[in-house]
């Protein structure tokens, strides 16, 4: 007997089998008599790991990806959106990319320190430093943690740029330091809105932030005078595409610059987890969600190569550019991608003794 969790996104807390890990399982006549006798799941607790890395910046040389170097605060996600690409993650850890990657976190409280070491390196280059591109800057526990404000002062201190993807309006607290450095051409945000349906982000986002407080979010960001753009990531076939104009229009009547947008990807145990999803909240039109998303990945659930990736291939994927192209022109939003500065930047100073 299956039990869905409230509140959680993946159905299931199915390991991965990828690095030759074990598969834990239960006796399947354990979990019908569990079933019978507990009833529905308890609630899943959320439980913090403090990480020590040695550094903070990620690298990368994508050529799908506008940026070279990135921060991630947490490792796992409380969001809990069940299409998140960084679930696989969780499986270096062997913790499962289901229910573990939404409930079993890890953060990184050395970050700002890690950070202010990396940019007084002899020789550092300066380039806009990317927040949200694995798991969500502002997700629930950086109220109590304060690790992306921490990182944030630093980059603000040095005249730093920084870009921001987030689907929470957690990121208004930081605003007296976002609107300085937008002042002076270093800071942008994008907020993603992915449905306006509060039933279908209540299954497809469970702890993100209400559809509506996002785009009221988006206004206030671009009122303050912060560079601000909405994603439409994940745009999903026969669940979400049909939205794609209308929240267009809520994101320009919002004050929002322009917009992009991802169709689904399902890489390594993601595939998997989606699919025990759509069994669950959209029986009715599972088999066409993955029949659709297999015609725009070359028929697999996912395509991992560059230049296709991001874009989506065949007739179903050039026909969501098209009317995308089409609302962005209408609304207002398919001005130019911004360019943050960097000649500002300056090393900060005493970064050793703030590591020890």
């Not at 690298?59 to 299409?83: L, M």
């Not at 950070?115 to 629930?140: H, M, W």
């Not at 994940?234 to 947008?261: K, M, N, Q, S, Y």
Request: net charge neutral.
């Amino acid at each position: 007997m299956s039990k869905t969790r409230a509140m959680r996104g993946a159905t299931v807390n199915r390991e991965s089998t990828r690095f030759g890990l074990a598969v834990r399982e239960a006796d399947g006549d354990w979990l019908d008599a569990q079933g019978a006798i507990d009833g529905d799941a308890a609630p899943l607790r959320t439980t913090v790991t403090v990480e020590t890395p040695r550094t903070i910046l990620a690298r990368n040389t994508s050529p799908d990806i506008p940026f070279d170097r990135s921060i991630n605060p947490y490792r796992g996600c409380e969001h809990g959106c069940v299409y998140c690409f960084a679930r696989p993650t969780h499986a270096f850890h062997d913790l499962s990319p289901g229910l573990d990657f939404e409930s079993r976190l890890f953060a990184k409280p050395t970050a700002p320190a890690l950070l202010r070491a990396e940019l007084s390196k002899r020789g550092y280059v300066c380039q806009p430093i990317a927040f949200g591109t694995n798991t969500d800057p502002y997700q629930p526990i950086e109220r109590d943690w304060a690790i992306t404000r921490g990182c944030l002062e630093v980059l603000a201190e040095v005249d730093h740029p920084v870009t921001i993807t987030t689907k929470s309006d957690r990121v208004l607290r930081d605003i007296d330091l976002l609107a300085p450095m937008a002042a002076k051409g270093l800071a942008a945000v994008m907020v993603s809105v992915t449905s306006l349906d509060p039933r279908i982000a209540m299954t497809l986002e469970p702890r993100a932030p209400h559809p509506e407080r996002r785009l009221k979010a988006v206004a206030a960001l671009a009122a303050a005078g912060i560079p601000t753009f909405v994603s439409i990531s994940p745009v999903i076939p026969a669940i979400t595409d049909h939205e794609v104009e209308h929240i267009l229009e809520r994101a320009a009547e919002a004050g929002a610059r322009a917009a992009f947008f991802i169709p689904v990807r399902l890489p390594h145990e993601v595939a998997p987890l989606f699919r025990a999803w759509l069994d669950t909240h959209f029986p009715d039109r599972a088999g066409k969600v993955m029949a659709t998303i297999q015609s725009l990945r070359g028929g697999r659930d996912n395509d991992p190569n560059f230049g296709t990736r991001m874009q989506g291939q065949g007739p179903w994927a050039e026909l969501l550019r098209t009317r995308f192209r089409i609302a962005c022109r209408k609304y207002g939003l398919d001005g130019e991608r911004l360019t943050l500065r960097t000649d500002l930047f300056r090393a900060p100073t005493g970064a050793q003794g703030e590591l020890f």
